[in-house]
């Protein structure tokens, strides 16, 4: 017993507790201020009108995570690792060449989405007008800039910085919300305004205190064929597991309508602050793991960060229990959201104690590929849990699916790192 306290005690006082605290910190606030966004915009709109922007904001992550390619997990990767051995000046060249080819990404995904944003708005959001997808572009563009940053204080160890901009972009939500109310603006319109452009506002404001430029030179060719492997591997993971996540909004809005949808979006808008807190733990855990090469060594860091995991679970069970209360805030059109939001709490149990695991994978052993594959797989469970049981189950039919594929994860990830560990 008292080994374990010890061991705990370790735990909390450790580097890795500081550092995930920071980046954990913004995220939390980032996810409180989400949820006072969403109940001030849901609220304000109704079940029906929520729904719409619950689905724009669902392709605005899928057009995010195809945008990306890989250009974050980059930076985590291979700025991290120069960085810290000290090697700033090719840390920077690497900076810049991802800087360039992701604005050249953004200039080339943004004009074809727009020339395609009729047919796009008809067949994934069923509505007929287009400037739903030109919305939602507006919010891909920021959100690319501002993850880039994110990613890139990130890579540094700037956790304070980074902790700023991730909180930047929800901050700035509920402050125009606020003006919209106070103006008597709230509607349909300027809620969707507000939540597209936002992130391109927080963009603005992080290039201002973090610059970075393009990088045209006679090693931009060599640095591509260093990260190119590496980023598309986990670009493509990317993409996966955005429609994974995000698929099931998408499939709500044109199987049962926008009132079903935004019955499921405000229990999930709730919900997904979860994914962006285990989102920051991974990326305190993604530098460390890189620079492991010990295998002694990584068995320790291996434990503490389950050690942490398990933290983070216990309070996910909390939350289930405060579940319903958080629900009323929205009013008694969404009282059937409270017994979603406690399901989908309990769904992100196995992705939370995976995250140690996950991390060890792609950056200890060096094995995304693997993380790839398996979201890959997880697409057709994901489908046919989705079209097989909504009709029957509704709402819940999402909740389902996400439970079934986190503990996939969880039980493959850490098979592959107890034979790696074992070794």
Not at 247 to 260: H, K, P, R, S, T
Not at 306 to 325: D, K
Request: glycine fraction near 8%; charge should be positive.
């Amino acid at each position: 017993m008292g080994k374990m306290i010890l061991d705990f005690r370790n735990l909390f006082l450790s580097r890795l507790t500081k550092d995930t605290s920071i980046v954990l910190l913004g995220n939390a606030v980032s996810s409180g201020l989400a949820v006072i966004f969403t109940i001030l915009a849901a609220r304000a709109l109704g079940p029906g009108g929520w729904g719409i922007v619950a689905a724009v904001g669902s392709l605005i992550t899928i057009l995010v995570a195809l945008a990306d390619l890989g250009i974050s997990a980059g930076l985590l990767r291979f700025v991290s690792e120069k960085w810290s051995e000290g090697e700033k000046n090719k840390a920077t060249r690497i900076i810049e060449v991802l800087f360039s080819i992701r604005v050249i990404s953004v200039v080339v995904f943004a004009a074809v989405l727009v020339i395609l944003s009729k047919p796009i708005s008809e067949f994934i959001l069923r509505s007929e007008d287009a400037r739903l997808t030109v919305f939602a572009v507006l919010g891909m563009v920021g959100s690319l800039f501002i993850d880039f940053h994110i990613a890139l204080t990130e890579a540094k160890r700037n956790w304070k910085k980074a902790a700023f901009f991730i909180l930047l972009t929800n901050s700035l939500r509920v402050l125009f919300s606020f003006i919209a109310i106070f103006a008597n603006r709230i509607n349909f319109g300027s809620v969707l305004l507000i939540f597209c452009a936002s992130p391109v506002i927080a963009t603005i404001i992080a290039y201002l205190t973090e610059r970075t430029g393009f990088g045209i030179s006679n090693k931009w060719g060599e640095v591509f064929r260093e990260i190119r492997l590496f980023s598309g591997i986990m670009g493509a993971n990317r993409i996966v597991s955005a429609i994974n996540s995000r698929i099931d909004v998408l499939l709500l809005v044109n199987i049962l309508g926008a009132y079903e949808t935004g019955i499921y979006a405000a229990a999930n808008r709730l919900a997904i602050g979860v994914p962006i807190i285990l989102g920051s733990f991974a990326t305190v855990l993604a530098p460390r793991f890189s620079a492991l090469s010990e295998n002694g060594e990584s068995v320790r860091f291996f434990k503490r960060a389950i050690g942490l995991a398990i933290i983070i679970s216990i309070i996910l069970l909390f939350g289930v229990l405060l579940a319903p209360l958080v629900i009323h805030l929205f009013g008694p059109e969404y009282e059937r959201s409270g017994a979603v939001l406690q399901f989908l709490l309990l769904s992100f149990v196995p992705a939370t104690l995976s995250v140690p695991a996950v991390n060890l994978v792609i950056y200890g052993i060096k094995k995304p590929q693997i993380i790839t594959l398996l979201s890959v797989f997880q697409l057709p469970i994901i489908l046919f849990i989705n079209f097989n049981f909504i009709s029957n189950l509704g709402v819940f039919a999402p909740v389902l699916a996400f439970a079934a594929v986190n503990l996939l994860t969880m039980i493959v990830t850490y098979f592959v790192c107890f034979r790696y560990l074992k070794r």
